[in-house]
């Protein structure tokens, strides 16, 4: 049975569907975001940029700005843990991007991020979370949306608070990953906990944690209430994901899995497009961990993966995904793969 198609918006920013790609350290830059919008998802977010690199002008942090206009709508996330950077790296978002929506990030767990005093470190501290992201909603014209997790640990889970402090400082929306974050990525997302914030907010609220599937997606809508649902490691390698999910809930019918000639079909895309973003070189390093996920299911992979960790040129490794594709063009179904 389809879900109810219903107009979501956050701030003045309308979508077209309620499927949002999540932010993803290392993988969200435009070439990896601009496939997955073409894919059909409502709302991609770039991965996270940090707010001193952005106000000391670091050319890295810089070229993490770069938006394709076909990406839009798309919410650029920041991070810190000092209030004065944070803002003026906010405004600068702000005046120098065509990012429709600014997003905090308050839900990393990884401790380098923590030892700024910023990410998942905010979970803790409800009032922090009303000071930062009042002073930025103050500074800016964009919408600011906020993405955190449920809480610190089973002894610290602030996740009410902590969203309605979002949202009485002025927060378009909230994403909320159901894992704390000494769970990190392990273990199981805890829905129930995003049920309840769902009945003490008003403002969108996006549910992301254990979406693997178009029917997860469904249920997650289903059970918790949340206006959308959030993907991200479950599109990595397939933004069939995205489609599937769009697609599903619309329709209520499951489009099936994409052939091997269609994986790396939109593989060699996706490289195409990391190429032009950042030259040879990086791009077929970068391309390594993502053709691991394209190639995910496929008959004989550990071997293949084994050959694309060895090349260097461009050359070499469209080579090898189109010899692929040519081998396996017959293996229609790769969750049958061996």
Not at 221 to 226: A, I, Q, S, Y
Not at 239 to 267: A, F, N, Q
Request: proline residues 4%; glycine residues 8%.
């Amino acid at each position: 049975m389809a879900t109810e198609k219903k107009p979501f918006q956050i701030g003045d920013i309308v979508l077209d569907n309620r499927v949002v790609l999540a932010p993803m350290a290392g993988v969200c830059n435009s070439a990896f975001r601009l496939t997955v919008k073409e894919f059909g998802a409502g709302l991609v977010y770039a991965e996270m940029i940090s707010d001193k690199g952005l106000v000391q002008r670091n050319q890295k942090t810089l070229d993490m700005l770069y938006i394709d206009e076909r990406e839009n709508p798309l919410s650029l996330q920041i991070f810190g843990g000092d209030k004065e950077t944070l803002v003026e790296a906010a405004k600068y978002v702000d005046k120098n991007t065509n990012a429709d929506i600014i997003d905090i990030n308050m839900g990393c767990p990884v401790n380098k991020i923590i030892k700024c005093e910023a990410g998942a470190k905010w979970l803790l501290d409800p009032n922090k979370i009303y000071e930062m992201v009042s002073a930025v909603v103050e500074a800016v014209d964009k919408p600011v949306s906020v993405k955190m997790r449920i809480g610190w640990d089973d002894e610290h889970i602030f996740a009410v608070e902590n969203a309605q402090a979002a949202e009485r400082a002025g927060a378009s929306a909230i994403a909320m990953h159901g894992r704390t974050r000494v769970q990190m990525y392990e273990g199981k997302a805890n829905w129930e906990i995003i049920k309840e914030v769902k009945k003490h907010i008003s403002i969108p609220f996006i549910g992301n944690g254990d979406v693997e599937t178009p029917q997860d997606a469904k249920r997650m809508l289903d059970e918790t209430g949340v206006d959308a649902v959030m993907i991200g490691r479950a599109a990595l390698g397939d933004p069939w994901m995205i489609y599937r999910t769009v697609h599903y809930l619309e329709t209520g019918e499951l489009k099936p899995e994409p052939s091997v000639r269609e994986k790396m079909d939109v593989c060699l895309l996706h490289f195409e497009r990391l190429m032009q973003l950042k030259g040879e070189g990086v791009a077929v390093r970068e391309m390594r961990k993502h053709a691991s996920w394209y190639l995910k299911g496929i008959r004989g992979n550990g071997k293949i993966r084994n050959a694309i960790n060895q090349m260097e040129t461009a050359a070499e490794l469209r080579a090898l995904l189109n010899g692929v594709a040519e081998e396996l063009e017959d293996q229609q179904s790769p969750a049958e793969a061996i």
